[in-house]
Nanobody, 118 residues
């Protein structure tokens, strides 16, 4: 069973930065591509949008709305997928989740809350 734990969220002002971490078991980290997703306040139900992923060779892919502001990397020493978020905007306010890429519904964890205040 894949277990992922998100951390690093918080409250930040517009233009600020946060660093999110998704920690996985060594087996999960070595065998699966992980990704970040988010659920914004305006989304209903369980809808989550893709944010970023890093392939096994660390090649990143980003949603259009975060390009140039977010950086995703695989940290092999920590078995973690790290999301560096810069130039945060109010629209980035959301609960950020880690899952496989593509996601598996049974893997969703608690997420980590990010609030960008203006």
């Amino acid at each position: 069973q894949v277990q992922l734990v998100e951390s690093g969220g918080g409250v930040v002002q517009v233009g600020g930065s946060l660093r999110l971490s998704c920690t996985a078991s060594q087996n999960a980290f070595r065998n699966f591509v992980l990704a970040w997703y988010r659920q914004t306040p305006g989304n209903s139900g369980d809808e989550r949008e893709f944010v970023a992923t890093a392939a096994m060779d660390n090649y990143p892919t980003y949603a259009e709305f975060v390009k140039g502001r977010f950086t995703v990397t695989r940290d092999s020493a920590a078995n973690a997928l790290v999301l560096e978020m810069d130039e945060l905007e109010p629209g980035d306010t959301a609960v950020y989740y880690c899952n496989l890429f593509p996601y598996i519904p049974d893997v969703w964890g608690q997420g980590t809350q990010v609030i960008v205040s203006s």
